[in-house]
């Protein structure tokens, strides 16, 4: 192979750079060519692309964000597959292409690869949950930016004897939602994967502030049900098909406060989550992942993702990713129940 695109598709996760310089140094060392595809699909379909060499990768391992940029358009959605690629791959002499994005941008990647074109995907998502990997680039860090909050708002509530109730991502697993709440001491943790009861967290709270720890800080993943009692909210959809989530913890906050009394903040993190420099784990597996996809590549595989396996990187089916969504295990989930008393 002399010449691999290049792209990064869906929702940014702190550490793509990483993987775009692994892609492109990798390239470098092996004689291989890289052309990279700007905002996602949507550069695929239209012809944007730019040459990536090693000197245009100095510098952005730290940096969040893609200097690819990116979009939520794709190929099955917005064009007709491969057909709506094939100018700009044979425009460029692209003969593989490696895909970073997360599960929809693995299924599309998925159906190119049936479609014929030599496809390599590299699982991203701070969300965690994608299947056929032990972990994803971008969610050690989303974990660290939600812990430091924590902390943050810990002290706050402590100081105005307020139960603090804070919002984190992860669409439908609630990956972030138990490693910050363990790792901030988290009063309880409400995560879509295990029903909750409202009035055995108050009940929690009640007992804390007769125990002298007049607040608590309760987490809760943004794909939670509303409590009893509450409509879901209308919610407006991303370009494939998603609800946008966001502001459950409004609905459980107000019913937390009619159950206990005690005054009630909500703190929603949102898009801080995914924003500013990678933490060194994810700069390191991203790195790993870069490297390692654009040897998947130059070995002429093809519909396999870059995947963690223990400590290794191993090429797994994409079509892993696409059957099932991750979701936190019992065990884990129950380390985090330990401290809510
Ligand atoms: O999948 C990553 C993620 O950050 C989710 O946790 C969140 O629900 C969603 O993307 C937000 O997407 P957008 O950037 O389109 O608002």
């Not at 099955?76 to 593989?96: A, P, Q």
């Not at 409400?190 to 967290?201: G, S």
Request: charged residues 20%; glycine residues 12%.
């Amino acid at each position: 192979m002399s010449v691999v695109g290049v792209l990064t598709a869906g929702g940014d996760c702190p550490g793509l750079n990483a993987v775009i310089r692994g892609v492109v140094a990798r390239a470098e060392q092996v004689g291989v060519e890289v052309v990279g595809i700007r905002n996602g699909w949507e550069g695929l379909m239209k012809d944007r692309t730019m040459q990536l060499e090693r000197d245009d990768v100095r510098g952005i391992l730290g940096r969040g964000g893609t200097i690819l940029g990116t979009s939520r358009m794709d190929p099955y959605v917005h064009g007709d597959g491969l057909t709506s690629c094939n100018r700009t791959l044979s425009r460029n002499g692209i003969e593989s292409l490696i895909v970073i994005g997360g599960d929809g941008t693995l299924r599309s990647a998925m159906k190119l690869a049936e479609e014929g074109l030599p496809v390599i995907g590299v699982p991203k998502t701070i969300d965690n949950d994608i299947a056929g990997t032990d972990v994803t680039f971008g969610f050690a860090t989303a974990v660290q930016i939600a812990s430091d909050a924590i902390d943050r708002l810990t002290t706050t509530a402590e100081a105005h004897n307020r139960v603090i109730v804070v919002e984190v991502m992860g669409r439908t697993k609630g990956w972030i939602a138990t490693y910050a709440g363990i790792s901030g001491g988290a009063d309880a943790v409400l995560i879509p994967e295990y029903p909750y009861d409202l009035d055995a967290i108050a009940q929690t709270i009640r007992k804390r502030h007769r125990a002298g720890h007049s607040y608590s800080i309760i987490v809760v993943a943004e794909g939670v049900k509303p409590p009893k009692g509450y409509e879901p909210p209308v919610m407006k959809k991303d370009a494939f098909g998603f609800d946008r989530l966001g502001g459950v913890s409004f609905q459980i906050a107000d019913a937390i406060e009619d159950l206990t009394q005690f005054e009630t903040r909500v703190s929603v993190l949102g898009h801080i989550q995914r924003g500013g420099t990678p933490v060194a784990s994810d700069r390191v597996l991203a790195t790993r992942l870069g490297v390692a996809a654009l040897d998947f590549a130059n070995d002429g595989m093809t519909n396999v993702m870059a995947a963690v396996q223990g400590n290794e990187i191993v090429a797994v089916p994409m079509k892993i990713a696409t059957e099932s969504i991750r979701g936190v295990p019992e065990d884990i989930y129950a380390t985090a129940a330990v401290f809510f008393n």
